[in-house]
């Protein structure tokens, strides 16, 4: 079981033709609002709207002679704030559509690259950010998969 396994997993959710109508924008990296080169990759369709999907591994070795590798996902979304304020409730039905992708894409070990997956046990963090100078909404959700491997 590799990282790159649970990353690959990950660019196949967010190439699912769901995801991709919200936006194509997915980066599995924080970019750097500040450099120029980088700004582009923040919209589509002429707003701020991405995401960015943060993977982080665990180990914990065990008596038994295996290791539990906690893989934990952090999946963040921007998007530009619109005069009406509908893109503020946009964020609650995009995350809403991400859970069910994870679960319909990745089915429940994510393309088999982990034995078992769990949602945060809380609601999705959001917060309203200045990005590129324009107003914006932020969410994050937090997963963790779970796989024991044999040393």
């Not at 008596?63 to 964020?91: A, C, F, M, P, R």
Request: with cysteine.
């Amino acid at each position: 079981m590799t990282f790159s396994a649970v990353d690959t997993a990950f660019k196949t959710l967010f190439s699912d033709s769901d995801l991709r109508t919200i936006t194509p924008n997915a980066y599995n990296y924080d970019i750097l609002v500040e450099a120029n080169s980088d700004k582009r990759k923040m919209y589509f369709e002429k707003e701020i709207n991405f995401f960015i999907y943060l993977i982080n591994r665990t180990p914990l070795q065990k008596l038994s002679g295996s290791e539990q590798h906690t893989y934990t996902v952090e999946i963040k979304y921007y998007l530009q704030d619109n005069k009406d304020g509908t893109n503020q409730n946009k964020i609650n039905t995009v995350f809403e559509i991400l859970h069910d992708q994870i679960h319909s894409v990745l089915g429940t070990s994510w393309s088999n690259s982990v034995d078992f997956y769990r949602p945060q046990n809380k609601t999705i963090n959001k917060a309203s950010i200045l990005l590129d100078g324009k107003d914006c909404f932020f969410g994050s959700f937090t997963y963790e998969g779970v796989k024991t491997v044999t040393l």
